[in-house]
């Protein structure tokens, strides 16, 4: 059974930094993009950044290049999401995705495998 489980998200204030992990079960990372998105209250779900399988090539969306890293641990199976410098505007629960194969779009239909989510609240 492919089970997902995001975890690491709180509550910082601005400039504050939250490490996400994404906890694999079912599946061998080394096969499978993982992608990570995000939904704020109101808004669609966005790709924020995703890192295709053993490659490892990673892409992020503008608006967090230079803030958030995106990495995987093979012998984890796990993934995360380092988040610094944060801005009230990345407040949204995070939610990370899987696919099998070799490219890493950051569309949500390309994705069948998905976590729970978790909160990240950037407040003064």
Same mark, same amino acid.
């Given at each position: 059974q492919v089970q997902l489980v995001e975890s690491g998200g709180g509550s910082v204030q601005p400039g504050g930094s939250l490490r996400l992990s994404c906890a694999v079960s079912g599946f061998t990372l080394d096969f499978y993009a993982i992608a990570w998105f995000r939904q704020a209250p109101g808004?669609?779900?966005?790709? +924020?950044?995703?890192?295709?399988?053993?490659? *490892? $090539? !990673?892409?992020?969306?503008?608006?967090v290049k230079g803030r958030f890293t995106i990495s995987r641990d093979s012998a984890k199976n796990t993934a995360f999401l380092q988040m610094n410098n944060?801005?009230?505007?990345?407040?949204? +629960?995070?939610?990370?995705?899987?696919?099998? *194969? $070799? !490219?890493?779009?950051?569309?949500?239909?390309?994705?069948?495998?998905?976590?729970?989510?978790?909160?990240?609240?950037?407040?003064?």
């Open positions: 808004r669609e779900r966005e790709g +924020v950044s995703c890192i295709s399988n053993s490659a *490892g $090539t !990673t892409y992020v969306i503008d608006s944060l801005k009230p505007d990345d407040t949204a +629960v995070y939610y990370c995705a899987g696919k099998y *194969g $070799t !490219t890493w779009p950051l569309k949500e239909a390309e994705y069948p495998y998905w976590g729970q989510g978790t909160q990240v609240t950037v407040t003064s």
